[in-house]
């Protein structure tokens, strides 16, 4: 049975993974929004901050006590190559270990936190062309939907202790503070832009202040739970993201990546990264009230670019 929660809604907040992109922007915005924001580190804590150790499965459930929600983020960086065995299990390990650890936390407690959102990504949904995928689609093969699948299902012991848990299934967040879009922007400032392989794969995309805003809106919008997807609602082909980039940038995009020459250099990654992709679109966000600031790709980059 899911807790309700008061008329004013989850106050207090802990963070995990608040260094990372989501992280380090999401704190300000719930400080400046009323809440108290609180950060897991594993390094000594600080007055704002709760030491624990995921690799060691310690977190003292007494320093959640009094906590009305958690936003769990993070995870080692897919965009690392090579793709080693040893560092896709780091990938996926750096998901589920401190997923499984809060989780568990949970279900120790004698009044756990009542709302957990749980980062996810798209890659949930393996790659599956054309197809348009809401989240009552079912998921996907391949390892990043393996990794997905895996790291939702470590909140389970948080939902069976009656916490709501939203997975947040975040698509490709557009930042120039990290993610993707900085070093995707490199060869078409040089002019070397094109299409990767056959540009017909799709991209779902979301502006870094909505993807901020629906982690708020999930946190406090208690018809909310289980997967929700953090996307854009009009992803593009791979194809229509190079015009537009080239549009705004004003800067040329004719010279297309083979995908032979994606697989032969970049492996699995370039495969799961750059030539798969899935048409996410964000129906339950919408359907909840949440209103997009940048629904359209065009507008969002220039915002971002300053065109």
Same mark, same amino acid.
């Given at each position: 049975?899911?807790?309700?929660?008061?008329?004013? /809604?989850?106050?207090?907040?802990?963070?995990?993974?608040?260094?990372?992109?989501?992280?380090?922007?999401?704190?300000?915005?719930?400080?400046?929004?009323?809440?108290?924001?609180?950060?897991?580190?594993?390094?000594?804590?600080?007055?704002?901050?709760?030491?624990?150790?995921?690799?060691?499965?310690?977190?003292?459930?007494?320093?959640?006590?009094?906590?009305?929600?958690?936003?769990?983020?993070?995870?080692?960086?897919?965009?690392?190559?090579?793709?080693?065995?040893?560092?896709?299990?780091?990938?996926?390990?750096?998901?589920?270990?401190?997923?499984?650890?809060?989780? /568990?936390?949970?279900?120790?407690?004698?009044?756990?936190?009542?709302?957990?959102?749980?980062?996810?990504?798209?890659?949930?949904?393996?790659?599956?062309?054309?197809?348009?995928?809401?989240?009552?689609?079912?998921?996907?093969?391949?390892?990043?939907?393996?990794?997905?699948?895996?790291?939702?299902?470590?909140?389970?012991?948080?939902?069976?202790?009656?916490?709501?848990?939203?997975?947040?299934?975040?698509?490709?967040?557009?930042?120039?503070?990290?993610?993707?879009?900085?070093?995707?922007?490199?060869?078409?400032?040089?002019?070397?832009?094109?299409?990767?392989?056959?540009?017909?794969?799709?991209?779902?995309?979301?502006?870094?202040?909505?993807?901020?805003?629906?982690?708020?809106?999930?946190?406090?919008?208690?018809?909310?739970? /289980?997967?929700?997807?953090?996307?854009?609602?009009?992803?593009?082909?791979?194809?229509?993201?190079?015009?537009?980039?080239?549009?705004?940038?004003?800067?040329?995009?004719?010279?297309?990546?083979?995908?032979?020459?994606?697989?032969?250099?970049?492996?699995?990654?370039?495969?799961?990264?750059?030539?798969?992709?899935?048409?996410?679109?964000?129906?339950?966000?919408?359907?909840?009230?949440?209103?997009?600031?940048?629904?359209?790709?065009?507008?969002?980059?220039?915002?971002?670019?300053?065109?």
């Amino acid at each position: 049975m899911v807790q309700a929660h008061p008329p004013a /809604g989850p106050r207090s907040v802990v963070v995990s993974g608040s260094s990372g992109l989501l992280g380090s922007a999401l704190i300000p915005l719930l400080t400046a929004g009323g809440f108290h924001a609180t950060r897991l580190v594993r390094h000594p804590p600080g007055p704002t901050e709760i030491g624990w150790d995921p690799a060691q499965g310690r977190l003292d459930p007494g320093h959640l006590e009094g906590v009305d929600a958690v936003i769990n983020l993070g995870g080692e960086s897919l965009a690392h190559w090579p793709w080693t065995e040893a560092y896709k299990r780091r990938i996926l390990e750096s998901r589920t270990r401190t997923t499984e650890l809060l989780a /568990g936390t949970f279900a120790r407690m004698d009044r756990p936190p009542l709302v957990l959102v749980s980062a996810s990504a798209v890659g949930y949904y393996g790659d599956r062309g054309d197809e348009i995928l809401r989240e009552e689609s079912k998921p996907g093969t391949g390892f990043l939907a393996d990794v997905a699948k895996a790291w939702e299902a470590a909140t389970e012991p948080a939902r069976a202790a009656g916490t709501r848990v939203v997975l947040a299934r975040i698509g490709m967040v557009l930042s120039l503070a990290g993610g993707a879009l900085p070093t995707m922007l490199l060869p078409f400032r040089l002019g070397l832009g094109g299409r990767l392989g056959n540009g017909r794969q799709w991209m779902s995309w979301i502006a870094m202040d909505d993807t901020l805003r629906a982690i708020h809106h999930c946190l406090t919008e208690v018809s909310l739970a /289980g997967g929700v997807n953090l996307t854009a609602p009009h992803p593009v082909t791979n194809t229509v993201f190079t015009e537009t980039i080239g549009r705004v940038l004003r800067r040329p995009t004719a010279l297309p990546v083979p995908a032979l020459a994606i697989r032969l250099f970049l492996g699995e990654m370039g495969q799961q990264l750059l030539l798969a992709g899935q048409r996410v679109l964000p129906g339950r966000l919408e359907a909840s009230g949440f209103r997009f600031s940048h629904p359209d790709l065009g507008p969002a980059l220039a915002s971002l670019l300053g065109s």
